[in-house]
C-alpha cells in the first residue's frame, strides 16, 4: 500500500494503483475475523517503525479499506459508533 500511496503517478499508473488497492481490500476483508483483529490492532505498532507520511498512511489502513466496520458487521450499535467517528474526522 505504501509503494503504491507513495510513488509518483508519473512512474505508477493510477488506475492500476487503484485496482491493486481494490484487489487489497478484497484479500484483507476475506480474511478471518479474529486474524483481521489482530491484524487490525497490529497497525498502530507498525506504524511506529515508519515516519512522516508513510506512518500516518500506516496507521490509517484499518480507515481506508473499512475493517472496523467489517469486524462490526454484525452489530448495529457499533456500525452507528463507526459512522459517527467516520462522519467526525476530519482528514
Not at 40 to 58: C, M, P, T, W
Request: glycine share 6%; aromatic share 8%; with cysteine.
Amino acid at each position: 500500500m505504501l509503494f503504491l500511496e507513495l510513488t509518483d503517478e508519473e512512474k505508477l499508473d493510477p488506475d492500476e494503483a487503484v485496482e491493486m488497492m481494490e484487489c487489497m481490500a478484497g484479500d484483507i476483508e476475506g480474511l478471518d475475523k479474529g486474524f483481521l483483529r489482530e491484524l487490525v490492532d497490529a497497525f498502530a505498532i507498525i506504524a511506529e517503525e515508519y515516519s512522516g507520511e508513510a506512518q500516518k498512511l500506516v496507521r490509517d489502513i484499518p480507515y481506508g479499506f473499512y475493517l472496523e466496520e467489517k469486524l462490526a458487521e454484525d452489530d448495529p450499535v457499533r456500525l452507528a459508533e463507526l459512522e459517527a467517528i467516520r462522519d467526525a474526522r476530519i482528514d
